[in-house]
């Protein structure tokens, strides 16, 4: 097995340079990486952080100004015959959000660019919640039906806004289907090496990964997630209505908690935050770009704000305007990251374990996000009873951010195939694919102890793929967008009809508009 594992990761060596040259274009020219600060920043980032601006101005600020319409829109959560609720599609769309990425990615930025990092990560998250506004007002806009249900998202309104060819909805369905297919087996072995983890905490020692509980847990989780899938869209949004709340809650109570044992760091950690978002100590590099880079590439890739990869979720809801949905999904980038990722900009800021003083050798864990992560847990609860259990509990967490995020992923990628036909034959290929072939590897390489780095940066090369995809379609879309935003303002948020903004929707202009 291990043999074919590694043939499959060799198979796919071609895709690293590839990918490394996307994502870091055009940083890898010398005369570019030169440039202060500005030098830092690849034109993905730059991208995402220009819509953002773009978006946050023409909108007048919407993600401040309607911020508590948004939350009243929320709470709301009116069953629907058609599609699901608002809440709902925000649960969903957080399964995505709040992933793996809050903790490692977080903890990440902080190891490169210092506690500064986090501070320019809200940033971003500011900006990209007007980004996250944008894309779902779209989604819903041009959203279609399918049986009792919606579907909509990236490769529907791209394919209006582009002309309305459908080699273009085609083209990002299949892109985005084979980066969501080839994000769960990294999802899966998530979920498998944190579970590894609180058995091993509770045995106290390493277990196997060849041991009988490993096959066991593979079973489990295979099981789980295919009678989850086969269950629809429904059953989905049910696992992820009840898990991400406990998710989030557990992980902020236990964050709290560490943070209320620690009181007496605050201060230290609110003066680092802010002093090294402009002047980064000089063990992180003590350039204010690099702080600055980090923070907001972090939280870009952390929220997914502008990727496109969101969409889904936010065409599914049944609302009785496109905007209302855009303002819940703005909310789920502010939960993302202004919440879950400043819980654990917490833990590393007020440990700081790369201070003389810690006792730590941080150039030696440095590089392992995992390492810092649990070591300034560790230290934050010295000498207590308590170590274990909430090394349990944040595991825990952990596993649950995964596993909502490798369900999320199979189900976008089922909506985002509907775009190509509404046949049941390929919502049910796409399903056995990814519940019974890919969450199979990704359980079947942990068991055989690989990583298998290569097959993981096939959806990273797909996903940079549809940023430079989304935003451009964005862009041209923003003029309609912002006629929905007029739109619902001057209507004080009645039944929309697309015809009162001059465009035919295959949704919104078949229902009359009720006054």
């Not at 010398?30 to 730059?46: E, S």
């Not at 490692?104 to 506690?115: D, E, R």
Request: proline content about 3%; aromatic content about 14%.
């Amino acid at each position: 097995m291990t043999s074919i594992f590694q043939a499959v990761n060799r198979f796919f060596e071609f895709i690293v340079p590839i990918t490394d040259f996307l994502w870091d274009f055009p940083t890898n020219f010398k005369w570019y990486a030169n440039i202060p600060i500005l030098g830092r920043f690849t034109f993905a980032i730059l991208l995402l952080v220009g819509s953002g601006f773009y978006f946050t101005f023409k909108t007048r600020f919407v993600q401040v100004r309607m911020f508590k319409k948004g939350l009243s829109i929320l709470v709301e959560n009116k069953a629907k015959e058609t599609g699901i609720s608002p809440l709902a599609a925000f649960m969903l769309s957080s399964a995505m959000r709040i992933g793996p990425g809050n903790i490692m990615g977080v903890t990440g930025a902080i190891s490169v660019g210092g506690p500064g990092a986090l501070f320019w990560m809200w940033f971003s998250a500011f900006l990209g919640m007007a980004t996250a506004f944008s894309e779902a007002v779209l989604a819903q806009l041009f959203k279609e039906k399918k049986g009792n249900e919606y579907v909509g998202g990236l490769p529907y309104y791209g394919a209006k806004i582009l002309g309305k060819k459908r080699w273009v909805g085609i083209l990002l369905s299949v892109i985005f289907m084979i980066y969501a297919l080839f994000g769960v087996p990294g999802q899966t072995f998530h979920v498998f090496t944190s579970i590894g983890s609180i058995i091993d905490t509770i045995n106290g020692s390493v277990t196997d990964r060849s041991s009988t509980a490993y096959y066991i847990l593979g079973v489990i989780i295979i099981v789980s997630v295919a009678a989850i899938i086969f269950g629809g869209l429904k059953r989905v949004t049910s696992v992820t209505d009840r898990m991400v709340p406990v998710m989030a809650i557990v992980y902020f109570i236990v964050i709290l908690t560490i943070t209320i044992i620690n009181i007496d760091k605050i201060p230290y950690f609110i003066s680092s935050v802010i002093k090294g978002a402009f002047k980064p100590e000089a063990i992180f590099g003590g350039g204010f770009g690099i702080a600055l880079s980090q923070g907001i590439k972090r939280g870009l890739m952390s929220n997914e704000a502008g990727q496109g990869t969101i969409t889904m979720s936010a065409a599914v809801s049944d609302n009785n305007h496109p905007v209302e949905q855009g303002l819940v999904q703005s909310l789920g980038v502010f939960l993302d990251t202004m919440i879950i990722c400043t819980m654990t900009g917490f833990i590393i800021g007020m440990a700081h374990i790369w201070t003389p003083d810690s006792g730590i050798a941080w150039s030696e864990i440095q590089n392992s996000k995992l390492s810092v992560y649990l070591t300034s847990v560790g230290t934050l609860v010295p000498g207590t009873k308590f170590d274990g259990i909430v090394q349990i509990i944040l595991s825990s967490c952990y596993a649950m951010f995964a596993f909502t995020t490798l369900i999320g992923l199979i189900l976008f990628a089922e909506i985002a195939g509907s775009y190509i036909t509404k046949s049941n034959k390929l919502t049910y290929f796409i399903r056995c694919a990814g519940a019974l072939l890919f969450v199979p590897f990704g359980a079947a390489s942990v068991l055989a102890g690989l990583e298998l780095g290569n097959i993981w940066y096939i959806s990273d090369f797909v996903n940079i793929m549809v940023v430079y995809a989304n935003v451009p379609i964005l862009l041209i879309g923003a003029p309609i967008i912002f006629k929905c935003l007029n739109n619902y303002i001057s209507s004080k948020g009645e039944r929309f009809n697309s015809i009162d903004i001059g465009i035919e929707t295959a949704v919104w202009t078949e229902e009359p508009n009720n006054k």
